[in-house]
């Protein structure tokens, strides 16, 4: 067992929270010796005008510059309001263009000389800005926008009417009945023109090389948008659109090959749905398809999880040369940067075996990136060499995980227990199982202030990656196809019996089970499958299958992909209440707190009140905390206040009953 002890002092709260910094979108220059990021921090909603009775924390952001072996420096300073993001270098290195929003200004597009000078305002749009993107050539910036178009019918209280089967979208609320157009802005002329109106929302978008035109993935037609069926195209610069795939699967984002005339692409390929890990594929001029990673058994991306993420964590592929693709990769508990050439050899590139990378921009010269593990906070670093010191930001120690495994079938499964540090010989502690959403994530390597709070304020944190989790091969994944419930519970129950046999620091007869979103579920089905818990916590969680299909965001695909099964056929209806905690309430007796946001569309509120209306129903002691305002990532980037509040009743509902 391996802990560091917290440092002196009362142990830490939820507004612990609140002394942290969080770095995001790391950008590498032109010549790869400096790095543009994101530096977000909690202050006061008006720092000049204090409430005295009322705090309002938010978070607000800044641009940071720094070189390799200088100090890093602020760039812009903002003012009232969220502040500034999305930092871009011209291809000349010498102009940065960020997005501001603070004042009466949404998220405009602003240009830095990097020579000197202020910025100077690009748009004036009543929507903002998103994904900025600057030609190879430097002449133009292309972007998303909604322009002036705007969307009062909630405010002067008029019907809605609604025809289209994607309506509303976690994060986002009410989608617009247009989607945003792409436009293009020319640096010499100033001049700024709309370049392209699509039917149907983009995705993703590139350049290409020769700065003629950008590849772009979107959907053939509505019903293939909700499928998540999606093609590339292309688009020149007179706005001709032409079709390049014939895709009919999930694509997740187009890279450009420098040559011009091939591409690769993230995704799946067709007739594989969610439970398929991404992998990363070559499509030739004749739309010939070449798997780049063949023989990697892992996804393409980061899916650990962690609670520090404030901001955007670009991990496109690279380009480094016109033979080798740069991309990170979830193995294990952890996320690392490989490389894949065209002839389909992956090589680990930067891969810690117990660290995560969680974000990073690169070129042939260099490469930018955010680095953290389970002890240390998220820090960005500039070719191997951190740039920020934000672990010194933390108000207590970090406390050092110990890894616990187990088996099942197919091999070994693994997961970690955070003890509190300094405990006294024969000392025990309540201990948490705590289940991770997705259910295609991970738990691992990512630092999460969560548990380092929860373990500093005396609870054993169990967690760990059962059947379903990525990071431990498609076989892995694939267990829980059609069996949510099953072999994921076994899996769980083994994990926290082993923790409970092998770590003497934990107390068996003082027990919780918790989760959000899929986790959540597992909180539910587990409380009424066994009555071995003393609490519980679900949290943006699911209970009914059938109202979650029509109600979710993604509820008109999701149970085919996961379970094989359609809420709107009779005999699959009855399968999926076959397989809802709900069915099995009346079992339910462990105390349980539920949190839920109003505004979450991925699980929607509804199967909180629910949930809630039916243990109440039972006698069960219950606890019901909404949260308005926010949605399904409240506990990761939610209002500084509001995830201050889920902290303490998080642990206000332990500290009650164990």
Known sequence: ??????????????????????PSDPQLSPDGRQVAYVLSRVEEEEPRKPDADFARPRYRSHLWLAGAGGEARPLTHGEAGRGDSSPRWSPDGQTLAFVRTAGEVKGALMLLPLTGGEARRVTHFLQGVQNVQWSPDGRFIAFFSGGDEQDKRDERGEARVITRPRYRFNGRDWLPESPARLWRYELATGELSEWHAPEIEPGAYAWLPDSGG???VSSTDERAAYEWRSEVYRLDLESRVTQLTAWDAALQTVIPHPDGERFAVVGRPSGKGNTENAHLYLIGPGNEVTRLDEG??????GAVGGDCHVGALPEKPVWLDGD???FTSTVRGSVGLFTATVGGRVHAHDHDPQGVISAFTASSGGVALIRESATRFPEVELNGMPVTDLNADLPFAALSPQRVTFTNELGEGEGWVLLPGELAEGQQVPALLNIHGGPHTDYGYGFTHEFQLLAARGYGVCYSNPRGSVG??????????GRWGTVDQDDLLAFFDRCLETVPALDPARTAVMGGSYGG???????????RFQAAITDRSICNLISFGGTSDIGLRFWVDELGLNFARRADAAKLWDLSPLQYVENVTTPTLIVHSVLDHRCPVEQAEQWYAALTLNGVPTRFVRFPGEDHELSRSGRPDRRLKRLEEYLGWLERWL
């Not at 067992?1 to 969080?22: E, H, I, N, V, Y």
């Not at 990697?296 to 991306?301: L, M, R």
């Not at 431990?472 to 196809?481: E, F, K, L, S, T």
Request: proline share 7%.
């Open 324 to 326: 080798t693709l740069l």
């Open 296 to 301: 990697h058994d892992h996804p393409v991306g």
């Open 521 to 531: 579920f597992m909180t539910n089905w587990i409380t009424a499958h066994t009555d």
């Open 214 to 216: 950008v590849l772009f």
């Open 1 to 22: 067992m391996t802990s560091t002890a917290q440092k002196d002092g009362p142990r830490p709260g939820p507004d612990s929270l609140l002394a942290l910094r969080f």
């Open 472 to 481: 431990y091969g498609q076989a892995w994944v694939d267990a829980i196809h």
